[in-house]
Each structure stands twice: as C-alpha cells, then as structure tokens.
C-alpha cells in the first residue's frame, strides 16, 4: 500500500515544526510504541502508522485487534495510527471528544459519535479512540491513538458489533483515510489547545449517539442522556436530578439497542 506520507509531511509540518511521519509494517501498539520513546526523551510531533498491531488497546484495558493491509487480508483492513505531539491546554476535558469530531467530520456525515471516544455507524462500532499523556521535562507529550475498521473485521465474536467504512465509502482504504483525517485532526487538536472543548460543543451534539437515550453507566448509575456540557462531561438525568459524568473510569452504554 502507498502511504502519504510525503503530502501529510507537507500539509502538517508548518502547524507543527519538528514534525515526522513513520509507517511500521508492524507493531505491538502505536501508542506504547509513542509513550515508549517520549518516556526516553524523544518527543518531537510524529504520526506513527503501523499496518499491523498486534497488542492493540482500547479505554479501561480493552484490546482492540488491528487488521492486516497486505494483500491477502486487504479486504479486512483496518487504520490504526497515533499522533504524538507536545500539548498545554489549560484544560485536557474534552480532548477525546474533540478528537472523535474532527474523525467523524473529515470521514462522512452518517457517523456519529458515542461519548466519550467511540464512533459509530448505524448502531454497530467503527473505531474507537485513546489518548494518553506523559511528562516529558517540562512539558506533556500527548499521544492520540485512533482505530479504524476499514473493511468489517473477520472475527465473529466482538464485544460490540463492527461497522466499517467501506460501508459508507465503498472504494476507502487506510492510506485514503489517513491522508482525510490527519490534517483535521491536527488542526482540531491545535485548536482545543487554545480554545477548549467549549466551541466544538454544538458540533459534537449533531453527532451525539446517546442524546435523548436512556443509558445506563458501569457504576449502576441509569438516566437520560441529555448532550455534553462545554468540558466535554456527559449530563445525566437520573431520578435524583441531572449528574455530570466525567470518570474516565466510567463507561456508558445504551439501555435499548442502537441503530
């Protein structure tokens, strides 16, 4: 597969000096691959691509298995990447809501977004999202790792039903959609440094999958979810009154089945 790296080297650069792209045939995970070498002293902005992920990770744990992009396994591919860069928002809430938009924007307007870092099409699960911080001397080095199924993935036994790109974007593949979503994703990401979550907010309520739905949370708490606040916080109508959700511990999920 041709990756761009060249044109995303040209596009991103200027936005952020020092920056590199690099493309792994595999790799055990992109972002412990990232947070490894930041944690050595290397924290220059990179986007790292691995055409293989073998011990990939989702929020709370979660494995999420990457699939091949050679030929014989190109029909199920998948887009796994991470982008490291230093970062000092004065506030990180929202980040991963921030993240998920400017995904769901650059790809294709049936996708929505499930609080806080998954998205989906048509009630079944198309990637997932997940950012981790290190210090680094006297700065943060953020690393936003990002999956994607691109063809619907051959296992049978997922937690969540999959979705997959080629089911909105028939002649998609990972090197098209990389190539769409990092120069947004930069940009937003810059952007939420120095603005915050608040302006992207309405943006992120016409894509909210759980708005007006009963969900129910990983602690036991049940309620309506109505929208996210301008931290990024999920509001919850529950029979005690509204509560804001913000755990990153916390995962939420539907009370009826989504579609």
Not at 24 to 39: D, H, I, K
Not at 102 to 116: G, I, N
Not at 147 to 176: H, Y
Not at 205 to 226: H, I, K, N, P, Y
């Amino acid at each position: 597969m041709h990756w761009p790296a060249e044109a995303l080297w040209q596009a991103l650069e200027p936005l952020l000096p020092g920056f590199s792209v690099e493309i792994l045939p595999e790799v055990a995970s992109t972002n412990t691959e990232l947070m490894r070498r930041a944690r050595l002293g290397r924290a220059d902005p990179l986007l790292l691509v691995a055409e293989r992920q073998t011990a990939g990770r989702g929020r709370l744990g979660r494995s999420w298995s990457s699939h091949g992009v050679g030929q014989t396994q190109e029909p199920h591919a998948s887009l796994t990447f991470s982008l490291g860069l230093p970062l000092a928002p004065s506030d990180w809430s929202g980040l991963s809501l921030a993240v998920g938009l400017a995904v769901a924007h650059s790809l294709h307007p049936e996708v929505q977004l499930k609080w806080p870092n998954d998205l989906w099409v048509a009630g079944r699960k198309l990637g997932g999202i997940l950012i981790e911080t290190v210090a680094v001397a006297d700065l943060r080095y953020a690393v936003i790792g990002i999956g994607l199924n691109i063809g619907l993935p051959a296992e049978q036994d997922l937690r969540t039903p999959p979705a997959a790109l080629r089911e909105l974007l028939p002649a998609m593949n990972a090197a098209q959609a990389l190539e769409r979503i990092a120069p947004p994703l930069v940009q937003t990401v810059l952007r939420f440094a120095n603005e915050g979550f608040g302006p992207l907010r309405n943006a992120y309520l016409a894509r909210d999958l759980l708005l007006g739905r009963d969900v129910v949370c990983t602690d036991g708490t049940e309620g309506v979810a109505q929208g996210v606040d301008s931290d990024g916080a999920l509001m919850l109508q529950t029979a005690q009154g509204m509560k804001k959700i913000n755990s990153a511990e916390v995962s939420v999920r539907p009370l009826a089945p989504l579609s």
